[in-house]
């Protein structure tokens, strides 16, 4: 049994890798000896050295089949998909619109079923392969204002715990990350009272970090988690304990 988080020689699909969580997915996965291919509508303005960037629309379906094929061609194989792209369009129900329902379910949830409709073929043919998506505790609990959100994120927790059981027999492992609130340049521009009230929600008295949510990943998709598969990992200081 091999302790160490070493990933040289594998290749890793980030998808929503320009944002915080995916950026310091990217950075922990590099540095633990991984090729590194960041997949996201843009390309940020600074990009972290390294890594491969590739351009998608996660929630169309023909592009990201093209984009998976031509990744496995230039890299040899895809060894982790990491589904990470994620948006949210907060209103209540009564509120909310058509196109802003529509605009989360396709990237949260139809953008990593997307991936893994496209990736689970060359899985199967190699019989290995791990897929982490990055659902929420919101998808666990529920959430004023976040019924799109919410509803893609428990989408997403049905999926990982249903392609476990499809895939498991290749031995290809699915399991999902359900992060609390987590302190990242998007979450720093929310009022500091309802920072405040998240904080006081956890048993451990803070919030928790991008590489604290990146490390779990790394755990998840590492020969240290070989026997778990179709779990949800809570990273959330204790939010819903």
Not at 145 to 174: C, D, F, H, M, Q
Request: glycine content about 12%; charged content about 20%; overall charge neutral.
């Amino acid at each position: 049994m091999n302790y160490a988080l070493d990933f040289t020689g594998k290749t890793v699909v980030i998808t929503g890798a320009s944002g915080g969580l995916g950026g310091a997915m990217a950075a922990a996965f590099r540095d633990c000896g991984a090729r590194v291919v960041c997949v996201d509508l843009h390309v940020p303005e600074e990009p972290l050295p390294g890594c491969d960037y590739r351009q998608v629309d996660v929630s169309d379906c023909a592009a990201v089949g093209e984009l998976v094929t031509d990744i496995i061609a230039t890299t040899g194989g895809i060894d982790c998909l990491i589904n990470n792209a994620g948006i949210s369009r907060d209103a209540p129900v009564w509120r909310m619109s058509e196109q802003d329902w529509d605009a989360v379910l396709n990237v949260n949830l139809k953008g990593a079923w997307n991936f893994i409709h496209h990736t689970a073929r060359h899985f199967r043919e190699k019989k290995s392969g791990c897929i982490v998506n990055t659902a929420s505790i919101n998808g666990l609990r529920g959430k004023f204002g976040l019924s799109n959100y919410s509803a893609s994120k428990a989408g997403l927790i049905g999926l990982t715990r249903t392609v476990a059981r499809e895939l498991g027999p290749s031995n290809i492992r699915v399991n999902a990350v359900a992060p609390g609130f987590i302190l990242t340049p998007l979450t720093g521009k929310i009022a500091e009272k309802f920072i405040a009230a998240a904080r006081a929600e956890t048993a451990l008295g803070r919030l928790g970090t991008p590489q604290d949510v990146a490390a779990a990943v790394l755990f998840l998709s590492s020969d240290l988690a070989r026997h778990i598969t179709g779990a949800v990992l809570t990273v959330d200081g204790g939010q819903v304990a």
